[in-house]
């Protein structure tokens, strides 16, 4: 039989719950349902107060907010120093050799004999430019945020809000991705808990709000075997609710229990190094997206609020993308976030175009970047391993 006890203080047998009904004496089977309180998943809209500079705002975030337009005249950018020389000296002969026995030493199945043995014949410089511009931003957001309510300040209504340009943030490292948050002052507000409707508990959905469920050991009977007792549940045919350790109800897990929660606008503050490079193509046969893994001398800096697109330089192609660049990032990124700086970088990347003979035949490979990497994609001692 299952009496119901109610002597058990501090328990909550349901009672607040009109979807409870205590299970019969001796009645197995699975737990009534319980009602249908569960609160909603978000918060509902009346929830949030109007505030003034916010009426976009929404829960989960309402966009970039555009910056507003300077109080001051944007500094022009200055003219670019004058560019240095635009080459450097190829690299040796021992020094292409060298890289490519590394090369074959990192691979387990090559054999380093072509890479010792082989007889270099020519060596091409095909140096390479890559043009790099960087502008870094400063962009600003806001949504509604709660939090459970253990007593901090309720400042609502008590003055009108900083607008969300105008709360000072700290001081970003320049080209260097970094965020912050800051609770809107003069937003905050106490509300009921949404999600439990202001009890602080919740139903148990294990036990769909009863404190019990059926025994799994004898399925309800209350016995084992024909006429044993089942040990498990003492005979009563069910067993109390491990995840709610009987009490039919769960403390809420957005208020944590406190019932009130502290509403409040949440400014996101987010700092973004925009990049975007362009590099040359160096007709030598290699594929460019090499060229992206390494780093080559650097020729050219210029930093700036903001920078002024190259006028002259070796190869026209890096000039068109300079114009390119600086126009379509100030462009872009201008109507969404704050422009802070922005750097133009050009690099010399090294290529050479090493020939080789070995055992009559010609093969070829390439060494580049400051990292002297190599490339032989028809390397002519292979094997294949097998690991065992």
Request: aromatic share 10%.
């Amino acid at each position: 039989s299952f009496p119901v006890d109610y002597s058990q203080p501090g328990k909550d047998y349901g009672l607040a719950n009109p979807g409870y009904i205590p299970a019969a004496a001796g009645a197995p089977g699975f737990a009534p349902p319980a009602a249908d309180t569960q609160g909603p998943s978000a918060p509902p809209a009346s929830m949030f107060d109007s505030m003034p500079g916010y009426e976009g705002t929404i829960a989960g975030g309402g966009g970039f907010l555009p910056p507003p337009m300077p109080a001051y005249p944007a500094p022009h950018p200055e003219p670019a120093p004058e560019q240095p020389q635009w080459n450097i000296p190829s690299i040796t002969e021992d020094t292409a050799r060298n890289a490519f026995i590394l090369f074959a030493k990192s691979k387990c199945c090559y054999s380093s004999a072509p890479a010792k043995e082989g007889v270099i014949t020519d060596m091409e410089a095909f140096n390479t430019y890559r043009y790099r511009l960087e502008t870094f931003t400063e962009s600003r957001s806001t949504e509604w945020s709660h939090e459970p309510y253990a007593g901090q300040q309720v400042d609502a209504y008590i003055q009108p809000p900083p607008g969300p340009w105008d709360l000072p943030a700290k001081t970003p490292n320049f080209f260097v991705d970094d965020k912050q948050t800051i609770k809107v002052p003069y937003t905050s507000s106490m509300k009921p808990c949404h999600n439990c409707l202001g009890m602080g508990r919740k139903p148990c959905k294990d036990c769909a709000g009863c404190g019990n469920k059926v025994c799994w050991v004898c399925n309800g009977s209350g016995y084992r075997h024909g006429a044993d007792r089942c040990n498990h549940c003492n005979g009563r045919g069910r067993e109390n609710c491990n995840r709610c350790f009987g009490q039919g109800s769960r403390q809420c897990d957005t208020c944590h229990g406190k019932q009130q929660l502290l509403v409040y606008i949440k400014l996101n503050v987010k700092w973004t190094n925009n990049s975007d490079a362009y590099i040359v193509d160096q007709l030598s046969g290699l594929q460019g997206e090499n060229l992206s893994k390494v780093s080559g001398k650097e020729l050219f800096r210029d930093t700036q609020y903001m920078v002024y697109p190259l006028v002259s330089f070796p190869d026209p192609s890096v000039v068109s993308a300079s114009q390119h660049l600086v126009g379509d990032h100030q462009g872009k990124y201008s109507q969404t976030s704050r422009i802070l700086q922005q750097r133009q970088i050009i690099e010399l990347i090294p290529v050479t175009k090493v020939t080789y003979t070995w055992k009559g035949n010609s093969h070829i490979y390439f060494v580049y970047g400051n990292e002297f990497k190599v490339d032989a994609d028809n390397y002519p001692a292979t094997c294949c391993c097998t690991v065992m």
